[in-house]
């Protein structure tokens, strides 16, 4: 299997796993993810269900809400603040992305495409040409294949200036944007819409400059909005919904682990171990090479030898 086939792969087995690492970071303007599932069609996660509006809708119903704006701004800096306390970049925020409640609580959404802060190139890029993210709100970092936690804050940038003028800083192809990005910052949002508020005109402008290092961060965006210092970088471990209908698949891990603690081999058997050992072994079919296999008689190596075209999964 070519290697840039096999790291999709890897990274498409892999992407749920990291995605509910997620669940243990607990904030009000964080969509809160709960349990990670799956069956033979692949993997899901299940989630907070929220009603409300998109961030465009909410901001802009009829004509710009400036007390809106600014409402929902601190609260996508608080929400930031403590995803990158977590450790965690978005990459992929955008005003479909964010949804406003009745009650006003702004809620980032869809952490599809999130990674670690410092993770390796083969998680924050794919090998080939392609980069991670929405043209139209990714950095310019990005662009090149790079994203740190100032690559959200320009996301923000962008969100700020469409909110304020209507219509996004860059206009064109995607190819044409991403050129655009790499050249400099748009112009300034007060010239494409005249006598907007000077305090939010300063603050976009900032937040889309072409230099991480010269964008504005949580703390400074939260202060020149007239709100508290972020408190919220302390993540706290998620609690977990209550288990139902599961008595006896509780029942036999809490053996599971008691036989675990005192020494003895503990099997995970069930359709949900199966299922996992399956895919795990088709994900991992790049090994199963008969100069690999026949250098080894581990039973991991006879595990992933073995044609993913079985039984194991069958109804």
Not at 78 to 92: I, N, P, S
Not at 181 to 188: W, Y
Not at 298 to 314: I, L, T
Request: charged share 25%; with cysteine; aromatic share 6%.
């Amino acid at each position: 299997m070519p290697f840039v086939a096999f790291s999709r792969a890897f990274r498409s087995f892999l992407a749920p796993w990291r995605s509910r690492a997620l669940a243990d970071v607990v904030h009000p303007n964080l969509i809160a993810l709960y349990e990670l599932m799956g069956d033979d069609r692949g993997w899901f996660l299940t989630m907070e269900l929220l009603e409300g509006a998109g961030f465009m809708d909410y901001v802009r119903p009829a004509g710009l809400r400036l007390d809106r704006l600014r409402g929902t701004l601190r609260q996508l800096a608080d929400g930031l603040v403590a995803l990158h306390a977590a450790g965690k970049l978005h990459r992929d925020l955008k005003p479909s992305n964010v949804m406003a409640t009745p009650g006003d609580r702004t809620v980032i959404l869809d952490f599809g495409i999130a990674t670690d802060v410092g993770a390796p190139d083969i998680n924050r890029k794919t090998v080939a040409t392609s980069v991670f993210g929405t043209p139209a709100y990714m950095s310019p970092e990005q662009v090149s294949g790079e994203a740190v936690e100032a690559s959200d804050w320009y996301a923000l940038g962008i969100m700020l200036y469409e909110a304020l003028t209507g219509e996004l800083p860059f206009q064109g192809n995607y190819l044409a944007v991403l050129a655009a990005k790499l050249q400099g910052p748009p112009p300034p949002p007060d010239t494409v819409t005249p006598g907007l508020p000077a305090d939010l005109t300063g603050l976009c402008v900032d937040l889309l400059s072409v230099d991480p290092a010269a964008r504005a961060t949580g703390d400074d965006l939260l202060r020149r909005l007239g709100a508290p210092r972020a408190v919220s970088g302390v993540t706290l471990r998620a609690a977990r919904p209550p288990v139902i209908g599961r008595e006896v698949q509780l029942s036999g891990l809490r053996e599971a682990l008691q036989a675990s603690r005192a020494g003895r081999r503990t099997v995970a058997t069930g359709p949900w171990a199966v299922r996992l050992r399956k895919r795990a072994r088709c994900s991992m079919d790049f090994w199963r090479r008969p100069e690999r296999t026949a250098r080894s008689s581990s039973p991991a190596a006879a595990m992933f030898a073995r044609p993913c075209r079985s039984r194991v999964g069958k109804r």
